[in-house]
């Protein structure tokens, strides 16, 4: 590879590989086995976070990607707005009173800072013999190690069935650098919804 080749590729490795870290993707599931159906048809849809504008920007954009499926949804903040956490009784009673069958609850795990490093490397001129190779050294080009940081957040969705609150499917999540709450959770709910109609809890 010549210098001016290795000097085009370097941008093109790091959009590759920023671009690969911004994403979710689903890293362990467990469904019921006494989960036999039907599918679930109305979800109130729960973000458990201490920031009242993530959560309504959660369950917002969660809840739309459920009808968008076919699956009548309600975030919970426009039956609870109260922020913290929720009375069981009051969490109960905003459940009946929707009729949702299904009740899904999404709460951060942890959050962690990543470093990932490519290996630099030295590419010579061409040259022949022991003083072409000598002056190859002078003008050869270096390419430094390059250092990425970024964040990886881990969550875990659950879904439960009232009025038992049994647990139906649970899954855990990794998203790579998450920026916009808005746009991560649509790709979020986009991974979770896809799950969820494997496993046939939500009708394809």
């Known amino acids: 590879m010549n210098p001016s080749a290795a000097r085009s590729l370097a941008p093109l490795a790091a959009v590759l590989v920023l671009g690969a870290c911004a994403s979710t993707s689903l890293i362990n599931q467990w469904k019921s086995p006494e989960f036999s159906g039907p599918p679930v048809r109305k979800v109130l849809v729960v973000g458990v976070t201490q920031q009242p504008s ?33 009375e069981q009784a009051l969490l109960e009673k905003a459940v009946q009173e929707q009729g949702a069958d299904g009740v899904l609850v999404t709460r951060l795990v942890k959050s962690e800072q990543k470093t990932q490093i490519t290996p630099g490397f030295y590419h010579p001129a061409p040259a022949m013999g022991f ?7 002078w003008v050869g080009y270096y390419e430094p190690p390059m250092v ?19 647990l139906v499917w649970s899954g855990t999540t ?4 998450p920026q916009d709450v808005k746009k991560e959770t649509q790709g979020f709910a986009k991974v ?13």
């Open 148 to 166: 990425y940081q970024y964040d990886v957040v881990t969550s875990e969705t659950s879904l439960y069935s009232p009025p038992q609150s049994r």
């Open 131 to 137: 003083y072409g190779w000598y002056s190859a050294a």
């Open 192 to 204: 979770i919804i896809g799950a969820l109609r494997e496993q046939g809890i939500v009708a394809r």
């Open 174 to 177: 990794e998203t790579f650098s």
């Open 54 to 86: 993530v959560r309504r920007v959660f369950e917002d954009e969660f809840a739309g990607a459920l009808r968008a499926a076919g699956v009548e949804a309600v975030p919970s903040y426009t039956i609870i707005p109260e922020d913290g956490r929720a």
